[in-house]
């Protein structure tokens, strides 16, 4: 599949990096600007020495179903910096998306959302240039504040930051650490944890990228 070309990759100085976050924050959508889904990818990497392994799983949606796996290889060629890690993973994820050829109509990324300090996440950095709504679904809190949300499956609470609602922590599985879920783009918090509760079977992430965190687990041990 074809994305736009937002913007080069080969930037090391910071403050370009900031620039580029800052640019695009003023473009995020938080509302719906979809109709009801009907096929759902999720995103994952993992990583050898030198290359990171893309993988991206697509569902039908509700039912689960699996469409298609895209795995792709790709050089590493940016260290993680906590606050930029779409610029380490994206080149990753275009060059698996490049490999699909089963649209979705949202993509949920193992990664933040608007749920980052300057509101832009791997998921929602990502939507620019797939030009998708797109989820946030992390298994650590990067920023913000929240209670603790009960302790039965689907329960959640709302992640302030600075009194405004950046994203939920949500109880996948009952008595398990949660997730946190934000929007990425082009789509509302409500809808977001819609689709995540919707794709969540035994794991505790949902279907996509639980599928995508095994397979990318099997590829790295093939090669280690």
Same mark, same amino acid.
Request: glycine residues 6%.
């Given at each position: 599949?074809k =994305? ?9 100085d910071?403050?370009?990096? $900031?620039?580029?976050?800052?640019s @695009? &924050? ?11 889904p009907?096929?759902?990818s999720?995103f !994952?990497?993992a990583?050898?020495?030198q ?9 039908? =949606? ?8 895209a ?24 060059t698996?998306?490049?490999?699909? /050829?089963?649209?979705? !109509? ?11 300090p300057? &509101?832009?996440g791997?998921?929602?950095?990502? /939507?620019f240039?797939i030009?998708k709504?797109?989820?946030g679904?992390?298994?650590?809190? $990067?920023?913000?504040?929240?209670k ?6 689907g329960?959640?609470?709302y992640? =302030? ?7 939920a922590? $949500? ?8 997730? =946190? ?7 509302s918090?409500?809808t ?6 919707n794709?969540? &079977?035994?794991? &505790? @992430? ?8 095994k397979i ?7 090669q @280690?």
């Open positions: 599949m =994305y736009q070309k937002i913007h080069d990759f080969n930037i090391t910071e403050k370009e990096l $900031l620039a580029i976050q800052h @695009l &924050r003023t473009q995020i959508v938080k509302q719906d600007m979809m109709i009801e009907k096929i759902v999720g !994952d990497a990583y050898t020495e290359y990171g392994i893309g993988v991206l799983v697509t569902v039908s =949606y509700p039912d689960l179903k699996t469409l298609e796996v795995i792709a290889h790709h050089k590493v060629g940016f260290d993680y910096i906590s606050g930029f890690l779409a610029f380490r993973e994206l080149p990753i994820f275009l698996t998306w490049k490999k699909a /050829s089963v649209e979705p !109509d949202v993509v949920l990324f193992d990664g933040h959302g608007y749920a980052h300057r &509101r832009m791997l998921a929602t950095h990502a /939507s240039f030009q709504p797109t989820i679904v992390a298994k650590k809190n $990067l920023i913000g504040t929240f603790e949300p009960k302790e039965k499956k329960a959640y609470e992640i =302030y930051d600075d009194n405004e609602i950046i994203g922590v $949500l109880r996948s599985q009952t008595s398990i650490k949660p997730i =946190y879920v934000s929007v990425g783009n082009f789509i918090l409500k977001a944890l819609e689709i995540v509760l794709t969540i &079977r035994k794991n &505790r @992430l949902p279907e996509p990228l639980a599928r995508a965190d990318g687990r099997q590829k790295r041990k093939e @280690l």
